[in-house]
């Protein structure tokens, strides 16, 4: 049960990953750091690791968030909070082909 629902979320990541790399948001990101002065938007928008990472904290907040809205909920598990570490490990490793 627990690879299908780390692959699930892999995918949606994935999918994410790609609609933000169309919109070209890490250049657009290292932009905003610059016009603020963030040192850590810029670390994220300069490594890709990084920004894959932060992507999957947030999708994976959003699960989370959809999870206590809905009535019948088991208990999460705590490897779910490795998933976006995973996640982007998995696409790191992927990619280095």
């Known amino acids: 049960m627990c690879i299908e629902e780390f692959l699930t979320f892999w995918l949606i990541t994935q999918g994410i990953l790609i609609i933000l790399d169309k919109y070209n948001v890490m250049s657009e990101l290292g932009e905003f750091a610059s016009s603020m002065g963030s040192k850590l938007l810029f670390g994220v928008s300069e490594c890709r690791f990084c920004f ?30 490795l998933y976006p570490l995973m996640s982007a490990a998995l696409t790191n490793i992927i990619s280095r082909k």
Request: proline share 3%.
């Open 52 to 81: 894959e990472h932060h992507t999957g904290l947030i999708v994976l907040s959003a699960y989370l968030i959809f999870l206590s809205f809905t009535p019948i909920v088991d208990k999460v598990s705590i490897i779910i909070f």
